[in-house]
């Protein structure tokens, strides 16, 4: 007997007693939730739950907004910028919020932001060209329920007149 075959065996199993004992099913099970079907129709894009915007753009930062639905997180440590072309390095990024530390199921202690964050990064030398597409990668989470895959968002970043 192979070990797939022992676990679609103890699969059925654990949905047989699923379905003939509702009680079984309840919160304080280990196996509540592993057979239930999602609502796919609750769960929306991440493009449409974590929004990106171009706030302002100095001689000295590019600031970015997010948007970040209620019911839903950023992970901190997940956002990656880049500036394609390269017209210039950009520096660490300071948050406008403290982020939240948080016992995460999927991925323990975590920083988390909710409702809103401002992006400041630093530009480091002088932007060459009128403007640069940002890609930023960020990875997010409903509140109790399921996390989105790492993604990113591009964004086009017009440097002002005096600085191209």
Not at 9 to 14: H, P
Not at 32 to 39: R, Y
Not at 67 to 95: D, K, T
Request: one cysteine or more; charged letters at 15%; proline letters at 9%.
């Amino acid at each position: 007997m192979s070990a797939n075959y022992l676990v679609c065996r103890l699969a059925r199993v654990a949905m047989l007693l699923c379905s003939l004992f509702p009680g079984f099913s309840n919160a304080a099970n280990p196996l509540h939730g592993w057979f239930e079907a999602t609502d796919e129709a609750a769960v929306r894009p991440p493009e449409e739950v974590f929004i990106a915007s171009v706030e302002q753009v100095t001689q000295e930062t590019i600031s970015i907004r997010w948007h970040i639905e209620p019911g839903h997180y950023l992970y901190r440590n997940a956002f990656r910028f880049a500036l394609q072309p390269p017209a210039v390095s950009l520096g660490e990024p300071a948050y406008s919020e403290e982020a939240t530390v948080v016992t995460d199921p999927h991925f323990g202690v975590s920083e988390i932001f909710r409702d809103s964050v401002r992006v400041t990064l630093p530009l480091i030398g002088e932007p060459s060209g009128f403007g640069a597409t940002l890609r930023i990668d960020y990875q997010g989470c409903i509140e109790n329920r399921l996390c989105y895959p790492p993604t990113s968002t591009e964004l086009f970043v017009t440097f002002p007149a005096g600085i191209s």
